[in-house]
Nanobody, 123 residues
Framework: QVQPVEFGGGLVQAGGSLRLSCAVS????????MGWFRQAPGKEREFVAG????????YVADSMKGRFTISRDDAKNTVSLQMNNLKPEDTAVYYC????????????????WGQGTQVTVSS
């Protein structure tokens, strides 16, 4: 059973940075495409960023391009999300997701979810 575990959330002022990480156990990490999603209160869970199994392809949602970067470290079985120039509207619970087939760009493709980590950006 694959189990993603997120860490690195917290409280930050607008314009600041945070780095989220997700450690995955239970299955060959290289067989998984990985992604980050977020869910703000009263809103749907939305895609943030994804990275392919090889790490050669990445994608960041338009509203976060230029501010967020996704990367993976296969030696450590982790995927990270570097978030810069944070805005109050980035406040949400951030979830790590893993897909064993296909691409992580849609919630329906995610096979395994982490428990989420809270990110709060104050103005």
């Amino acid at each position: 059973q694959v189990q993603p575990v997120e860490f690195g959330g917290g409280l930050v002022q607008a314009g600041g940075s945070l780095r989220l990480s997700c450690a995955v156990s239970g299955r060959t990490f290289r067989s998984l495409s990985m992604g980050w999603f977020r869910q703000a209160p009263g809103k749907e869970r939305e895609f943030v960023a994804g990275i392919s199994r090889s790490g050669s392809s990445t994608y960041v949602a338009d509203s976060m391009k230029g501010r967020f970067t996704i990367s993976r470290d296969d030696a450590k079985n982790t995927v990270s999300l570097q978030m810069n120039n944070l805005k109050p509207e980035d406040t949400a619970v951030y979830y790590c997701g893993a897909a064993s087939t296909g691409w992580v760009g849609a919630k329906s493709q995610i096979d395994y979810w982490g428990q989420g980590t809270q990110v709060t950006v104050s103005s």
